[in-house]
Each structure stands twice: as C-alpha cells, then as structure tokens.
C-alpha cells in the first residue's frame, strides 16, 4: 500500500457542487498539507495541520475548507466549486522536522466544468 | 510574489549531454530540497541539503546548497531519457533564530525532456 493515499484519483464536477478530497497517511506522521498544482505554477499550499488540534490556512485557502478526522486523516472540501478550482490536488505528510522532506499522495486531477 | 525561483522552466536535451538547473531565492532557507515528479504522480523526495556549501551526490545527480544558504543547484551528468521530468526545488524558509516551522515553498519548475 502507498504512504500516502488520496481519493478519488479523477473527478468531474458541475460548478456550484460540493465536493470532498480524501487524504489517509500511514506513515505516522504528525504533519499533513493540501497543495494545488497548476502549470507554470509549481505547487501552491492550501492548508496545512500540525497536529490533529491545529489547523492553519496557506497561501490560497479561499473556497476550500478542511478537516483533520484524526492524525491518519486529512480532508479536503470545496464547498461550492468554480471552474478555476480545475488543477491537480497533492496531500503530503511530514514529520516534525518538516523541512527534511514530504511524502506525497499521487493527486487528484479536479475538473470543474 | 515567487520566493524560490527556477531556472530553466523547460530544458529539451539530447541524451548524453550535461544539465544544471538552478534555484534561487533572496531568503535564507534552513533546508532546502529537490523533487522529481512523473506525469500522474506526485512529487518523490531527491535529496534535502541543510548545510551552507554542501554538496551531495545520487548516482549522475549532484545537489550544492550555496555558501549563504540562498541558493541550489541541480546537475545531472550525461542525461537519460528516464531522467525526464518536472524537477521541483523546494525551501523552508529559516525565519530567524534558526526555528523553521516545516513549512515549503516551491519553485515553479523544470521541465526537463531527454530525447533519445
């Protein structure tokens, strides 16, 4: 089994519709993060939780929400998507000395027509 | 506002010939690390550099992280086409005191293509 696992791997979804990205980690690691890719852009934070307790937005949080079920668990929701929400969608997960390196899931690619 | 830079965006080669990519930043970071990512993967971890000066090697790959912590670069010796792919670098950005709060910021990317 992967380190990392997100569901579902594609969607497609209508504007307006609520829609949840699913992140598990069996790494036992405190740490995850919810990055969004977009060509040209590299990858772009969402959201990140240190700990089940602690949430905190990133640099492009508007329209998404999350919430960490429990240290295995990381979610993520677009409460009413827009069409320029389509991008590829990464959870990682690190340790506490974060900076030594992520592990990613392999992505969902969001379509919002 | 982009804090890592990353140069080239797109590299096209031939096999066998030699590349550097670089990455550059005005910040200090306490760490900084190189991705590579496969069309329908995610990013996989290459290698993390955290001293001034450093320099490590993975088979034909060799990482340096600047003197002042500023800045890295990638080479890649004699180039294969399963070298090809979107390289990622990565930093964690040292705000002072040496505390890095686990967080990266990444480049934009190189896409790199070694054709046959």
């Known amino acids: 089994d992967a380190d990392v696992t997100q569901t579902p791997r594609n969607r497609i979804t209508k504007t307006g519709k609520r829609i949840m990205l699913e992140c598990s980690q069996t790494?036992?690691?405190?740490?995850m993060y919810w990055y969004r890719q977009d060509p040209g852009l590299g990858l772009r934070l969402i959201y990140y939780s240190f700990d089940v307790k602690d949430i905190n937005k990133g640099e492009i949080s508007d329209g998404y929400s999350v919430s960490r079920q429990a240290q295995a668990k990381f979610s993520l929701s677009l409460e009413s998507a827009i069409p320029n929400q389509t991008a590829l969608y990464f959870c990682a997960t690190s340790g506490r000395q974060g900076d030594y390196g992520y592990t990613f899931g392999s992505g969902t690619r969001l379509t919002v027509v | 506002t982009q804090l890592l830079e990353q140069s080239p965006q797109f590299l096209s080669i031939q096999e066998g010939e030699n590349l550097t990519v670089y990455c550059n930043s005005s910040s200090v970071f306490s760490s900084l690390q190189w991705y590579r990512q496969e069309p329908g993967e995610g990013p996989v971890l290459l290698v993390t550099?955290?001293?001034?000066?450093e320099v490590k090697k993975l088979k034909r790959l060799t990482f340096q992280f600047g003197d002042a912590r500023k800045d890295s670069s990638l080479h890649i010796t004699a180039a294969q086409p399963g070298d090809t792919g979107l390289y990622l670098c990565a930093g964690a950005i040292n705000r002072g005191g040496g505390t890095s709060y686990g967080k990266l910021t990444f480049g934009q990317g190189t896409i790199l293509t070694v054709h046959p």
């Open positions: 550099v955290v001293t001034g000066g």
């Open positions: 790494k036992g690691h405190d740490r």
